[in-house]
C-alpha cells in the first residue's frame, strides 16, 4: 500500500498492520513508534496505562502558537470470519485495494482507528508544513473498554485545543458522542450426561453483515445470537433438543455476525430437526432478506458432545435472551435523526457449566446509559443471574460555539469549496473521558470516511484519506496563525 497517496501516510499505516494491535496488546506497537519518535529527536512519555505520547516543537513560524493535541487509539477491533485463519496475535493484516477502497478480505482492517494514528505520526515527520507545538497522544484499549482514556492523568497535556481522529465519515466534523456502559450476566451449572442413544449436531447462523455497534445500530441489521436463540426456542418445543454448547459474537462493540449452537437431540428427531432448521432458514429469509442478503441458516454434523446443559438452565438462558433487548431503545428528540439510546447483545459463550453474555449499553444522556442497564441487570436478577455493571464512560457533550470548530469550517470550505457538516455520533470517542480530565479542552474530531468497521471487510476509501491529510495540515499551518 506504500504506493499510495500521500505516501507519508500509508506508510504509517503499512506499519500498523505489520504489527498486531489487538487491545490490551498494543506493546510492541509502542515500543516500535517510541523507538521511531525517539530517532527523529522528539520527545516520548508513556503512562501507567500504557498511553504514548509524543511531543514535537513547533516549527516555521509556529514555535510560539498555542499547543495542538492530535489523538488517536492504537489497538483495533479484530475479527475474522468462520474459517478464516488469522491470528491476531501473530499475523499482519492483508490488505487488498478495490478500486478507490482499501480492505482486508476476511478479518477487519484497522483503519479503525490505524487511519487517524497514521495521520498523527505523518504530522509528527511532515518537515515542510508550519505548525505549533505538538503533542500527540496514542491511547490503548480504546476499542475493549477505554481503558487507556479511563486511565489518563490530569495534568500530562498541556495543550488546549484538541483534534481527535477516530469518525468515519468524511466531510464531517464531529462535536458530541455517547457514552456508555457494559452489563454482564453469567451462571454456573452442573453439566449433565447426554442420554444414550442421541445425536449431536451443530447449528449455524452465519453470513450477517455485522458491523460497529454505534454506528450501525440503527440499520435493523440481524444479530446472529438474537435470531439463533429464537431459532433454538422454538426446536427445543419440537424436538426436545438440548444445549452442549451456544456461542456467538467475538467483540462487545460489535454486531453480531456469527453464532453457532452444539446441540444433542434423539436420534429420531434429526428428520424434524432438518425440516425445522429448513422452514427457519425461509423464514427468515423472508423476513431480513433486504438487509441481510447472505444469511445462512444449516445444520451440519459434528463430534458427539461430552456433557449438556441442565433443562433448568437452558430455559433460563433461552427466555433469558429471548426477552433480553437488542438495538435502538430511544431516537434522540434533541438532535434528529441520532440514535440517544441502544444495546447492543455483542458477546455469548454458554458451555454445560454455565455461561456469560455482554450487553454493551450506550447512550448521549448519561443516566439514559444507567437506566438501561438497570432494566438489564433487573431481567436477569430474575432468575438469580450474576450480574455485573462497569467499565462506564461518559459522553461527550457537544459544544456549538467551539473555537476550534469554527476553524475546522473555514478551512474545510477553503479547501474544498463545500460546506462541511456537524455532527454528534452514536459510537462512543475518547473525547467525553479525555474532557473529564481537561474540561478546558476543545476538542473536535474528525476523519477519513471507512465502511464495515468492526466487522470483516471493514474498508476505508482512499481518497478521502489524501483529503485528510490536506485538511490535517491546513489546519495546523492556520492554528499557527492565529494563536
Known amino acids: 500500500m506504500t504506493e499510495l497517496n500521500p ?8 506499519t500498523l498492520c505489520r504489527i498486531p494491535r489487538p487491545s490490551r ?7 516500535h513508534l517510541q523507538q521511531w519518535a525517539m530517532s527523529r529527536g522528539l520527545s516520548t512519555e508513556v503512562d501507567g496505562i500504557g498511553n504514548l505520547l509524543i511531543r514535537k516543537p513547533g516549527q516555521h513560524g509556529g514555535e510560539h502558537a498555542a499547543t495542538l493535541v492530535l489523538q488517536g487509539h492504537l489497538d483495533m477491533v479484530c475479527q475474522s470470519n468462520e474459517g478464516v485463519q488469522h491470528d491476531f496475535l501473530q499475523d499482519p493484516i492483508q490488505t487488498t485495494l478495490e478500486g478507490d477502497w482499501l480492505r482486508a478480505p476476511g478479518t477487519t482492517l484497522g483503519a479503525d482507528n490505524g487511519i487517524g494514528v497514521a495521520l498523527c505520526l505523518a504530522l509528527l515527520e511532515d518537515a515542510e508544513t508550519s505548525h505549533g507545538p505538538l503533542e500527540v497522544l496514542l491511547t490503548v484499549d480504546e476499542e ?5 482514556a479511563h486511565g489518563l492523568q490530569p495534568g500530562w497535556l498541556t495543550g488546549k485545543i484538541m483534534l ?3 469518525t468515519e465519515e468524511w466531510g464531517e466534523f464531529y462535536l458530541g458522542c455517547a457514552g456508555g456502559l457494559d452489563v454482564y450476566a453469567s451462571r454456573h451449572a452442573a453439566a449433565d450426561a447426554v442420554p444414550a442413544g442421541w445425536v449431536t449436531q451443530q447449528i449455524r447462523l452465519t453470513g450477517l453483515r455485522g458491523g460497529h455497534s454505534g454506528v450501525n445500530i440503527h440499520e435493523e441489521r440481524g444479530n446472529a445470537i438474537k435470531l439463533l436463540v429464537r ?5 427445543e418445543r419440537d424436538t426436545g433438543l438440548r444445549w452442549a454448547h451456544l456461542r456467538g459474537g467475538s467483540a462487545r462493540n460489535a454486531l453480531p455476525r456469527e453464532a453457532f449452537a452444539t446441540v444433542a437431540l434423539p436420534a429420531e428427531q434429526q428428520c424434524a430437526l432438518l425440516a425445522g432448521i429448513d422452514q427457519w432458514q425461509t423464514t427468515l429469509c423472508a423476513e431480513l432478506g433486504d438487509v441481510e442478503p447472505q444469511l445462512q441458516l444449516r445444520c451440519v454434523p459434528t463430534d458427539a458432545a461430552s456433557a449438556l446443559l441442565p433443562p433448568s438452565e437452558q430455559r433460563i438462558w433461552s427466555r433469558s435472551l429471548l426477552a433480553a433487548p437488542h438495538g435502538v431503545h430511544r431516537m434522540s428528540q434533541k438532535v434528529a435523526g441520532v440514535v440517544e439510546t441502544s444495546n447492543n447483545l455483542g458477546m455469548l459463550d454458554i458451555r454445560p457449566e454455565g455461561g456469560e453474555v455482554n450487553f454493551m ?3 448521549l ?3 439514559a446509559a444507567q437506566a438501561l442497564g438497570d432494566e438489564i441487570e433487573a431481567l436477569w436478577s430474575l432468575s438469580s443471574s450474576q450480574v455485573r455493571i462497569e467499565g462506564h464512560y461518559p459522553g461527550w457533550a457537544p459544544n456549538p460555539a467551539s473555537p476550534l470548530l469554527a476553524v475546522c469550517q473555514e478551512v474545510y470550505q477553503q479547501q474544498t469549496g463545500k460546506s462541511s457538516k456537524v455532527q454528534v455520533i452514536h459510537a462512543g470517542l475518547e473525547c467525553g473521558l479525555i474532557q473529564a480530565r481537561y474540561p478546558d479542552m476543545d476538542i473536535v474530531s474528525f476523519g477519513p470516511t471507512i465502511r464495515g468497521a468492526h466487522a470483516p471487510g471493514e474498508a476505508v476509501h482512499v481518497p478521502s484519506v489524501a483529503d485528510c491529510w490536506t485538511l490535517l495540515q491546513a489546519i495546523a499551518r492556520r492554528l499557527a496563525e492565529v494563536n
Open 365 to 367: 444522556v448519561d443516566s
Open 144 to 148: 475493549a473498554g477505554m481503558g487507556g
Open 361 to 363: 449499553v450506550r447512550s
Open 164 to 166: 481527535n481522529l477516530d
Open 7 to 14: 505516501a507519508i501516510v500509508w506508510r504509517h499505516f503499512d
Open 25 to 31: 496488546h498494543e506493546a510492541a506497537l509502542r515500543e
Open 231 to 235: 431459532v433454538l426456542y422454538q426446536l
